[in-house]
């Protein structure tokens, strides 16, 4: 991707459907076997790992522009391969919905990721708590039961696809199951509400304690997926880094209260506007400092765009990151891009120069390269990223959507 900065964005971008929300309702989409009609799907290389990965299991997967039909009247394979599980690791919500339908699910070990260990083992708890032998047999997960049954899982961390697995084991387990400390994301809430509308019985959604009533079967149902948030959030912060006025049709400011307050607090004009979110910045960006936490604190998926906005300050800033414990690829980047930044531990010290250069640079996972693209729209000159694959994981069409407000920006062949 080559830009060339310095140009303000101003204009209107659609806001995509959300990929953390898409994913775990293509999967669930295995909890019946009618047909399940989804809208607003977003066209993202995450979303075509999930089709490939629900075709590999024998179920019917249609998709035309933003819609999408999943029938899983019969599963063929109760196997998620290696192949697909290490380019993606939500690959592993589908031990959820298998050992709910077929007692049976077999799932490549995830290994390590970008932005850390990342280990599974409270899935793996709570599947065992609801009455599945798990094995690991040649870097596979081996998860059996004669039948799940309702029980209290305590997770000692809110794991949001941990909270959404278990809650799709357990929507079709014998009797209830409480899950306490459950991840109370929106997205978390989505599957929630997906599966009730599918007839199961989930309740309190959004709160930090869930009541699945088991029942013995769901039905088919239609869905449109909720705009993503993370998506919303880099533009917010683009806007703001380029100075710029961008409409962001569709956002849901309920889901960004906590980025919208830093941003004000940045220095950002930030208003609802007829379906979406206007975001603009005239004065100067001012320093933050910012704690990463769940849901409904600061979200870790915005930790890196931040960190780029805040070396355009004027003054010192702090950015500590308490979700993942290596989540700071992007510093040694953006520090090519000739930000001063430290890190000690968890947290970064960013002195904001009021600058950036443009510089090569490399991308090493999703929101590590959009904190390099903003970087990019900011900086004086041009700066190129390379492994710019990260990005089609999780942002649709971005070049194409910054190039109508403005950007000078391009993908050209590696
Ligand atoms: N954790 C464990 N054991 C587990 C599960 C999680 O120790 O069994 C730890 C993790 O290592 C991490 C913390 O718990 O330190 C929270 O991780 P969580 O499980 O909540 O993350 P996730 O479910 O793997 C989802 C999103 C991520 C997002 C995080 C946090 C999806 C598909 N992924 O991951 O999204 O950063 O929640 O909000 O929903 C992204 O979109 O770029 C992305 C990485």
Do not use: W
Not at 187 to 193: A, D, L, R, W, Y
């Amino acid at each position: 991707m080559i830009i060339q900065g310095g140009e303000r964005l101003i204009g209107e971008i659609q806001i995509a459907g959300a990929k953390n929300a898409a994913l775990p309702l293509f999967i669930a989409s295995l909890l019946t076997d009618e047909p399940v009609h989804l809208h607003n799907v977003p066209a993202l290389r995450d979303i075509d790992t999930v089709e490939k990965l629900l075709r590999i299991m024998g179920i019917t997967v249609d998709r035309s522009g933003g819609d999408a039909t999943i029938h899983a009247k019969t599963l063929g394979t109760i196997e998620a391969p290696y192949e697909l599980v290490k380019t993606m690791r939500a690959s592993i919500l589908v031990m959820g919905p298998l050992l709910a339908r077929a007692r049976e699910a077999k799932v490549s070990l995830p290994g390590g990721c970008a932005i850390g260990t990342r280990p599974i083992n409270l899935h793996l708890d709570g599947f065992q708590a609801l009455g599945a032998r798990i094995t690991l047999e040649h870097g596979y997960i081996h998860a059996r039961a004669k039948r799940l049954k309702g029980t209290t899982i305590d997770l000692p961390l809110p794991t949001v696809t941990g909270t959404e697995n278990l809650m799709m084991a357990a929507a079709l387990a014998e009797g209830t199951t409480v899950i306490e400390n459950a991840a109370r994301e929106p997205e978390v809430v989505e599957v929630g509400e997906f599966i009730n509308q599918m007839g199961g019985e989930v309740s309190g959604l959004g709160t930090n304690t869930l009541v699945i009533k088991g029942v013995p079967g769901l039905h088919g149902t239609e869905y449109t997926i909720m705009p993503d948030r993370v998506e919303a959030a880099t533009y917010m912060v683009a806007a703001g880094m380029t100075r710029g006025n961008l409409f962001l049709k569709g956002t849901q400011p309920q889901h960004l209260k906590a980025v919208i307050e830093k941003l004000h607090e940045a220095g950002m004009e930030i208003y609802e506007e007829n379906g979406g979110l206007r975001c603009l910045l005239t004065g100067p960006i001012k320093s933050v400092d910012v704690k990463t936490l769940p849901f409904p604190g600061f979200p870790t998926d915005v930790q890196a765009q931040l960190m780029a906005m805040m070396c355009l300050a004027n003054g010192l800033s702090v950015i500590s990151e308490t979700v993942f414990e290596n989540r700071f690829m992007h510093v040694g980047e953006l520090k090519r891009m000739g930000a001063d930044i430290q890190v000690e531990g968890h947290s970064a010290i960013i002195r904001g120069r009021g600058e950036l250069s443009g510089a090569p640079v490399m991308a090493t996972d999703l929101r590590a390269s959009a904190s390099l693209v903003l970087a990019g729209l900011a900086a004086s000159g041009t700066t190129e990223i390379s492994r710019i694959y990260h990005l089609d994981r999780g942002y649709e069409r971005m070049e194409e959507k910054l190039r109508a407000v403005g950007a000078n920006i391009r993908r050209v062949k590696e």
